[in-house]
């Protein structure tokens, strides 16, 4: 469980001057006295509403005049998912990297054709801990401070999607690991590992048998190399479904055989960039295969205990697909660990939030988990 006093010089950087407080920097951690100093400086807003559903969910031409690719500009944002990076710069998102939940759920579907409601769980897990609950924004980067032995979590001068052990975590597919001082930009020779599994294991695609086979090289070489290697609810589920999301979202919809041209790879890892007349799948998906990445080499959550190579697992955690475990682990020691003691807008924002992510978990998990309400209904 991450203990608050954790983020008690983070917290005292950025309340140096509230006025500086970026309106998508995380709240997360602070003390009741910062939180009073902080909240008063912002824009309070109610969370938007979700988006309606498609019009259409078919496949279709994304990569379209009304969202054509533009290079970033000084002080936009960009982090660890390529797929967000890609959605931003070809303006599903704004190009600046700042965007409400709700405008992440739209441009998940427009773009990719994620399913509504797998879109609304993993956007509202992500915006939970890494977001502003107060703005209703959240960052799609945001770099993480190398902070040292801190616990499960490390702090984030920012939040968004580059707070640590989160949504973003240890063994990336073509980022580095935290702990080396860069989690967010592209790893050319990560990324080489990436093509040349793929070459061994796919006859030069990215699939599912080489994406069991990279999962599993990358939580290796994590815990060889990285003394605080981890690997905990929700980054551990959050890892196996990283693995699918190429597969199931940069494979062009009129070719959609689960199989990954490494040049399209790259064009959206390193390039942020859809690959031209890129079409996006043919029917809503969401998180299909990530079962079949975890089951080529079972590995349980654990972690790093005394420096490389001390992997532990941890049998209180909850296990690949379980959902209401992660949903209950999320919620205890996460979002109440992160927001001991809201009151007013914060308050009112976090139930609304953990509202609309418990009733996306019933649809995604097919049945109904026990509802949780931390800070009373």
């Known amino acids: 469980m991450v203990k608050p006093a954790l983020f008690t010089t983070l917290a005292l950087t950025l309340v140096s001057s509230t006025s500086a407080f970026p309106a998508y920097a995380s709240l997360a951690g602070l003390s009741q006295a910062e939180l009073d100093r902080i909240i008063p400086t912002l824009d309070a807003r109610e969370p938007a509403k979700l988006p309606p559903p498609m019009k259409s969910n078919g496949t279709k031409l994304v990569n379209d005049a009304q969202h054509p690719f533009k290079p970033l500009r000084p002080g936009d944002i960009r982090g660890p998912c390529p797929g967000m990076n890609t959605l931003a710069s070809h303006g599903y998102i704004p190009r600046t990297g700042v965007a409400s939940p709700s405008q992440i759920i739209e441009a998940v579907g427009e773009g990719f054709n994620m399913e509504r409601n797998f879109a609304t769980f993993i956007t509202y897990l992500a915006h939970l801990s890494d977001g502003n609950q107060v703005t209703d924004l959240l960052s799609i980067g945001g770099k993480t401070s190398k902070t040292g032995p801190v616990g499960q979590y490390s702090k984030a001068p920012i939040g968004g999607f580059d707070f640590h052990n989160t949504f973003e975590g240890d ?33 030069g695609k990215y699939n599912l048998t080489v994406a069991g086979e990279l999962r599993f090289h990358r939580i290796q070489q994590s815990i060889a190399t990285n003394p605080q290697m981890t690997f905990l609810s929700p980054r551990y589920t959050n890892a196996y479904s990283e693995s699918a999301f190429p597969i199931n979202f940069f494979v062009d919809g009129r070719h959609y055989n689960g199989q990954l041209d490494t040049t399209a790879a790259r064009s959206f890892f390193q390039n942020m960039r859809m690959p031209d007349g890129f079409h996006r799948a043919p029917a809503p998906i969401g998180g299909e295969g990530f079962m079949q990445i975890g089951a080529a080499h079972p590995l349980k959550s654990g972690r790093n205990v005394k420096g490389v190579n001390s992997y532990k697992a941890d049998p209180s955690q909850p296990k690949l697909g379980e959902f209401c475990k992660i949903y209950e682990d999320f919620v205890k020691n996460i979002v109440v660990t992160f927001y001991p ?35 009373g209904k």
Request: some cysteine; overall charge positive.
């Open 171 to 203: 063994a990336s597919l073509s980022r580095g690991d935290s702990f080396f001082g860069d989690n967010h930009t592209f790893n050319e020779t990560i990324f080489q590992e990436f093509i040349d599994f793929s070459n061994k294991f796919g006859a």
């Open 341 to 375: 003691k809201p009151t007013g807008d914060l308050k009112k924002a976090l139930n609304i939030n953990l509202g609309r992510l418990y009733d996306a978990l019933t649809v995604v998990n097919g049945s109904k988990c026990p509802r949780l309400f931390p800070f």
